[in-house]
């Protein structure tokens, strides 16, 4: 199982080329204290309330609690802006309820997506042990439910993917409906022949050049009128 670094926490929020940018890279956990650096609710809608433009999250995230990351995506769902999610390195557990809340959502080449199992600590007699399971199967339905919607994919392929802790490329994520594409650098156009460039000044400036000789020629061709041979005593 690969293991997850911690993610540098950063929140910023900016508007650019008329759409609200917002980068958030961090753990998804619900803020108690005013200094907790956490991805949570509270914060987002705060600062996209307000918004009418499109709103682009830039996302970088390992997860984190799941209820604060369902608040997110139900928040984002309902947001009456065009939301675009793209991902800059890691979207996983509750950060892909993020990804699952938004309109579109991008893939930067060379990153990922991983979905698991709720999970959580437990300690108590058999009997809360045993509503401790209840809780995290009925957790499980309901991320089951906004992956399904998310993607179209069948409950039991996202049951087993969730049950391994299923990683995705970029591609991959976009293969099963999790993304819509992957942001790739545009080619450079290649730089033309020297030799054609050339080839293709000069054939211009003959062209520039051989237009005036040729109406002087004709010019001259034409017959003089009658009167125009007179004055010059023709």
């Known amino acids: 199982m690969p293991k997850v670094k911690k993610v540098p926490f950063q929140f910023t929020n900016e508007i650019q080329n008329g759409k609200h940018i917002l980068t958030l890279s961090g753990n998804v956990q619900k803020k108690y204290w005013r200094?907790?650096?956490?991805?949570?609710?509270?914060?987002?809608?705060?600062?996209?309330?307000?918004?009418?433009?499109?709103?682009?999250?830039?996302l970088n995230s390992p997860g984190g609690d799941v209820f604060e990351g369902i608040e997110i995506y139900n928040y984002l769902k309902d947001h009456p802006s065009n939301v675009t999610v793209e991902v800059t390195g890691?979207?996983?557990?509750?950060?892909?309820?993020?990804?699952?809340?938004?309109?579109?959502?991008?893939?930067?080449?060379?990153?990922?997506?991983?979905?698991?199992e709720a999970s959580t600590f437990a300690w108590g007699n058999k009997q809360d042990i045993q509503k401790t399971l209840n809780a995290l199967e009925t957790i499980d339905d309901s991320i089951l439910a906004i992956y399904s919607d998310k993607t179209g994919q069948t409950t039991d392929q996202l049951r087993e993917w969730m049950n391994e802790e299923k990683w995705f490329t970029a591609d991959e994520a976009v293969e099963f409906g999790f993304a819509n594409s992957v942001k790739r650098?545009?080619?450079?156009?290649?730089?033309?022949?020297?030799?054609?460039?050339?080839?293709?000044?000069?054939?211009?400036?003959?062209?520039?050049?051989?237009?005036?000789?040729?109406?002087?020629?004709?010019?001259?061709?034409k017959p003089k009128s009658l009167i125009a041979r007179l004055r010059k005593g023709e």
Do not use: C, Y
């Open 35 to 58: 200094d907790d650096d956490v991805i949570n609710a509270k914060d987002i809608r705060e600062s996209l309330d307000t918004v009418t433009d499109d709103i682009v999250i830039k």
């Open 90 to 116: 890691l979207a996983a557990s509750a950060a892909t309820f993020i990804i699952a809340g938004a309109d579109e959502v991008i893939m930067n080449v060379g990153t990922s997506l991983m979905i698991h």
């Open 185 to 221: 650098a545009e080619p450079e156009e290649e730089p033309q022949d020297i030799a054609e460039l050339i080839q293709n000044a000069v054939a211009v400036a003959m062209a520039n050049l051989s237009q005036p000789v040729t109406d002087q020629v004709e010019q001259e061709l």
